[in-house]
């Protein structure tokens, strides 16, 4: 059934949680859903692809972006800038496509006051430990960009209560299999089962 709207979902969690290695293991299940390729003015770690992870920009060409008003948000993290493209997302949304966000905390914020609808998912690790463990394990961030990713999330943990669900990232599986119910709950709602209501009206 092809809806009239999509669902914006944002996804929110400390660096190297797993938000990445997630979102690629629900879009290889789902369809009809699209990934907000965010621009960033950080530099691309090893296997990272413009357009495909990120769009990569200069700090003069994302701020030409912040003053042409083009973005839905955006925020900077650990000394660069990053953000989502209200172009992009409003014609999927428009064509009835679910869109995913994958944002830290303070866009996050932005996107709950813009847009109401919005379903919002705060993704953690099983501990604190392991969270510094993948950071190191992924191998792509000096010691000081670990350090400050990890004193980051401890900020990042105070802003769950205004999320709407939870998920922990213990198996990736696990956490796509929460998200998969959280998706097809945000389904089952009665607006947005509007349209096959009227042949019972
Ligand atoms: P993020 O996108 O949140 O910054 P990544 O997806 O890059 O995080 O994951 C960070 C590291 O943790 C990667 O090396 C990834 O392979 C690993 N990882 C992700 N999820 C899990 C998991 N459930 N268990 C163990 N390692 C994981
Ligand atoms: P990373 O450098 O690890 O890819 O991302 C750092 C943080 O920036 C993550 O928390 C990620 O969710 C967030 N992020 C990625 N894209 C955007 C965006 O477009 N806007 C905002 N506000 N945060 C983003």
């Given at each position: 059934?092809?809806?009239?709207?999509?669902?914006?979902?944002?996804?929110?969690?400390?660096?190297?949680?797993?938000?990445s290695?997630?979102?690629?293991?629900?879009?290889?299940?789902?369809?009809?859903?699209?990934?907000?390729?965010?621009?960033?003015?950080?530099?691309?770690?090893?296997?990272?692809?413009d357009?495909?992870?990120?769009?990569?920009?200069?700090?003069?060409?994302?701020?030409?972006?912040?003053?042409?008003?083009?973005?839905?948000?955006?925020?900077?993290?650990?000394?660069?800038?990053?953000?989502?493209?209200?172009?992009?997302?409003?014609?999927?949304?428009?064509?009835?496509?679910?869109?995913?966000?994958?944002?830290?905390?303070?866009?996050?914020?932005?996107?709950?006051?813009?847009?109401?609808?919005?379903?919002?998912?705060?993704?953690?690790?099983?501990?604190?430990?392991?969270?510094s463990?993948?950071?190191?394990?992924?191998?792509?961030?000096?010691?000081?960009?670990?350090?400050?990713?990890?004193?980051?999330?401890?900020?990042?943990?105070?802003?769950?209560?205004?999320?709407?669900?939870?998920?922990?990232?213990?198996?990736?599986?696990?956490?796509?299999?929460?998200?998969?119910?959280?998706?097809?709950?945000?389904?089952?709602?009665v607006?947005?089962?509007?349209?096959?209501?009227?042949?019972?009206?």
């Amino acid at each position: 059934m092809k809806k009239e709207k999509g669902q914006l979902i944002v996804l929110s969690g400390p660096s190297g949680v797993g938000k990445s290695t997630v979102i690629a293991e629900l879009f290889s299940q789902r369809d009809n859903i699209y990934f907000s390729v965010s621009y960033t003015t950080r530099q691309p770690r090893t296997g990272e692809q413009d357009g495909v992870n990120y769009n990569f920009v200069d700090r003069a060409e994302f701020e030409r972006m912040i003053a042409a008003n083009e973005l839905l948000e955006y925020a900077e993290y650990v000394n660069n800038y990053y953000g989502t493209s209200l172009k992009a997302i409003q014609e999927r949304l428009d064509a009835g496509v679910d869109v995913l966000l994958d944002i830290e905390v303070q866009g996050a914020a932005k996107v709950r006051a813009r847009c109401p609808g919005a379903l919002f998912i705060f993704i953690i690790p099983p501990s604190f430990e392991e969270l510094s463990r993948r950071l190191h394990r992924r191998n792509t961030d000096s010691e000081d960009v670990i350090a400050g990713r990890l004193e980051k999330a401890k900020v990042e943990f105070k802003e769950i209560p205004h999320y709407d669900y939870l998920v922990i990232n213990d198996k990736v599986s696990g956490a796509v299999a929460e998200i998969e119910a959280i998706l097809t709950a945000a389904e089952c709602r009665v607006e947005n089962r509007k349209s096959i209501l009227t042949q019972f009206a």
